[in-house]
């Protein structure tokens, strides 16, 4: 009846967190939609592209990755707000009063159980190019060139949108605004300002302005520009007017986008009482 | 053994907890009562530590909770049976829970067996009825097998069969040498399961006793109750926030 025994530490925090992931059904059905959204969007893409007189096979692999990302976003963000959305905390909390070892525990689950997610929508896409390349007696090898990484760096794509969802969540504490911030960030913002410019009808000018500059600047730096640098080849040609970050690059910038709410979701934790 | 000592808890220009001190003893129920917005449940997330104090300490066994090595080996807490996520069902939130701690499965299944939830711990909380989960909020509480019991409103939502069933369970508690609080706004029930109270009202203590202390005067229970809380009652009747803060 004493307390016996170590008791929070962050193993058994982790194996708690994995357990919580793993018992709600949302995270299934968001991790059938990544796999699923992968499959079928990569399998259309490459059905269309397969007519192309130069049509190359492994250019279609991330054609459904800016869409498949949605999975592990949705993911993320109901793993964060998860707690708070429901009156879960008060159960948490109580049991892990030091509370910080739950969002990290939070992070090492989401990232852990998103791997498996992106590793099963990557395996989708590959089977989705199959079909097409087959029907134009193309090989594909995807060990040769830079399709390694490009299939690396898909893997690490999703599961960095799942630990930003997961550390916008966690900050946010409720889902809907949740949603809205990391969807707006990666899919909304990117359209929104690419749009913009070209209405400002500078298309026609030769090399590029000042405005497009700027835009594809900040492009670049949101979660899925950074995220797309990861399965852009090197030899690949840049955007125009946009900080050569290279594939490291944009893994630190993504991982940036995740890092930073996630501390500020810490020291509002620790600052502030939960109710 | 709880302690509480000059406990103030201010939200803005709102005080909830006023410089509140008494002591929940092993061995003994402690009942915990006062009008709705008294600060009951206020006092008890302080106790641990879900809401720091504006001054004063809440310590178990002498040491603030967030210090405790394995808080719920040494302390049950049940504050509100809406602390679960509905969509996980009762036995996976409750390993959940036992994860974090290192408790075996087979103490899961204990729990689950003491407090009749078997039929339904696959079901998912959300599906629960009130009485069910209280039901799963005190399974929760005697998952560490805990020295100290925190529980707040048990047996709202209870049919009679588990009002009775929390009255033998928390004297049992008791009768091993744990210490219970217990907070209801039911000073019926209380006076049948409680060894002493602790009556609050504005966040201030108004009365602390064993049961038959003269000091509650002569009477029962409720008389000396309505007595206490004469003073509070304007504030009950003006009450926006009813206690769920």
Known sequence: ?275 | MIQVQLLTKRYGPHTAVDGLTFTAPPGAVTGFLGPNGAGKSTTMRMIVGLERPTSGTATVNGVRYADLSAPLRSVGTMLDARSVHPGRTAFRHLMAMARTHGIPRSRVEEVVGLTGLESVAGRRAGTFSLGMGQRLGIAGALLGDPGTLILDEPVNGLDPDGVLWVRHLVKGLAAEGRTVLLSSHLVHELALCADRVVVIGRGRLLAEAALGDPALGAGSLEDAYLRLTAGSVEYRAGAVDGGTR
Do not use: C, H
């Open chain 1, 1 to 275: 009846m004493s307390a016996r025994g170590p008791g929070a530490t962050l193993p058994r925090v982790v194996a708690a967190e994995w357990t919580k992931l793993t018992s709600l059904r949302s995270t299934w059905w968001a991790a059938l939609a990544s796999v699923v959204v992968s499959g079928a969007l990569t399998y259309l893409s490459a059905d269309a592209a397969s007519g192309d007189p130069g049509y190359d096979p492994l250019g279609e692999l991330t054609a459904g990755l800016l869409l498949t990302q949605l999975g592990p976003l949705v993911l993320g963000v109901l793993a964060g707000t998860g707690e708070y959305s429901t009156g879960g905390f008060r159960t948490t909390f109580v049991a892990v009063p030091r509370r910080w070892p739950v969002l990290a525990a939070q992070a090492v689950a989401v990232a852990g159980f998103a791997l498996l997610v992106a590793v099963a929508s990557v395996v989708a896409a590959v089977l989705a190019i199959l079909p097409a390349a087959s029907s134009r007696d193309l090989p594909v090898n995807l060990t040769e060139g830079s399709t390694p990484w490009t299939l690396a760096g898909m893997v690490v794509f999703l599961t960095g949108a799942a630990v930003f969802g997961l550390a916008v969540g966690a900050l946010v504490r409720r889902v809907v605004p949740a949603l809205v911030t990391v969807i707006g960030l990666t899919l909304v913002l990117p359209v929104v300002l690419t749009l913009a410019v070209e209405s400002s009808g500078t298309t026609f000018v030769e090399g590029v302005t000042p405005q497009e500059r700027a835009v594809n600047t900040i492009t670049t730096l949101l979660p899925s520009g950074a995220g797309g640098l990861l399965v852009t080849s090197s030899d690949a040609s840049t955007v125009p007017g946009t900080p050569d970050l290279g594939a490291v690059g944009g893994g630190l910038v993504l991982a940036a986008w995740a890092l930073v709410p996630l501390v500020a979701a810490g020291v509002r934790l620790r600052l502030k009482d939960v109710k």
